[in-house]
């Protein structure tokens, strides 16, 4: 579709940043950059590398505060293992 077709069935009201009788042009060129499955492929693996992030730090918090716990207890004298 040429800009022509495009604009052409465009109407400019006297209050349009386009001045009456000018051409409207896009503002930048539509190119395809990436194909959709591109695309996909990014936001799946974005959303894995979040997911992984979120959970491995719950794990490592995890980790952390049971370690805690269990140093308070043999420190206490309370682990009877």
Request: charged letters at 25%; hydrophobic letters at 45%.
């Amino acid at each position: 579709m040429s800009n022509e077709t495009a604009t052409k069935n465009v109407k400019v009201y006297e209050t349009s940043i386009v001045p009456k009788g000018e051409e409207m042009v896009p503002a930048r060129k539509h190119e395809m950059i990436a194909s959709s499955i591109q695309i996909e492929v990014v936001h799946v693996l974005v959303f894995f590398i979040v997911l992984f992030g979120i959970f491995g730090g719950l794990w490592k918090a995890a980790v952390k505060a049971e370690k805690e716990e269990e140093n308070k207890a043999n420190s206490t004298g309370l682990n009877h293992k």
